[in-house]
């Protein structure tokens, strides 16, 4: 789950323009470098992952396009009241421009919460038509509420960050559980559903008194897209339970 800011307004008068240093050729190149690097390693990764649950490469494709799409794309899906007794009632922070302004509301603040189509919408619709297609139900169901169980333990909340979890537990929970329970051909399966719903309501539907003190305007489940812990936690639980 990430979390944001709402809008503020801005103020009058001019600014004058920041001065530069001098620029270095090639400065840049490194971290481009490096962020393809990272962008072939997670589609490369993620698509032996959907290979291994059973997923034509055509399927593979598609999903991992829609979850890239699906990252820029919030749908609302409710509003909560704040806690007052910890957020402080009438009260909001926004984080601009990197400066926090506290804002006085003549109404209880309210939060924002929205679904991440990339990062929560697809990997659990893809979740669901694993377990219909494969008929694991029971075994899905422990997985899932094992892996939630073990993530909630753990979530914590950061302010202005959202729920954060240790970045494998979440996958490793889910392979272990899987291999438990399934034999070989089914475990990957199992994992992948455990590390995607499993995350999803052990991090986010269940910290939602968390969600309601946090100093935001709004939080996305799964806001991270295709590099949030829904996502990346199902990718590596099938990995972890195809390496038996």
Do not use: C, K
């Amino acid at each position: 789950m990430s979390v944001g800011a709402g809008g503020v307004g801005g103020v009058g008068g001019r600014v004058p323009p920041a001065r530069r240093g001098p620029r270095i050729p090639g400065a840049g190149r490194p971290a481009l470098v490096l962020g393809l690097a990272v962008a072939v390693v997670v589609v490369h990764a993620t698509n032996v992952a959907f290979s291994v649950v059973g997923l034509s490469p055509a399927w593979a494709v598609g999903v991992l396009a829609g979850s890239l799409l699906g990252s820029a794309v919030n749908v609302p899906v409710l509003s909560l009241v704040a806690e007052p007794e910890d957020a402080g009632p009438g009260r909001v922070e926004m984080d601009r421009a990197g400066m926090v302004w506290t804002l006085g509301l003549d109404q209880p603040r309210r939060v924002a919460v929205a679904v991440n189509v990339g990062g929560a919408v697809i990997p659990s619709a893809v979740s669901v038509y694993l377990l219909v297609r494969t008929g694991l139900w029971w075994g899905g169901l422990f997985v899932i509420a094992l892996v939630a169980l073990v993530v909630h333990r753990f979530a914590t909340p950061v302010r202005r960050v959202g729920i954060v979890v240790p970045m494998v537990l979440p996958a490793l929970t889910a392979a272990a559980a899987a291999l438990a329970v399934a034999d070989r051909p089914d475990a990957p399966v199992l994992a992948y559903v455990g590390g995607t719903l499993g995350t999803l309501v052990g991090a986010d539907l269940t910290n939602f008194a968390a969600v309601r003190r946090m100093p935001a305007a709004r939080v996305s489940i799964g806001g991270g897209g295709t590099f949030d812990g829904v996502f990346v936690s199902g990718v590596l639980a099938v990995l972890m339970a195809a390496l038996r």
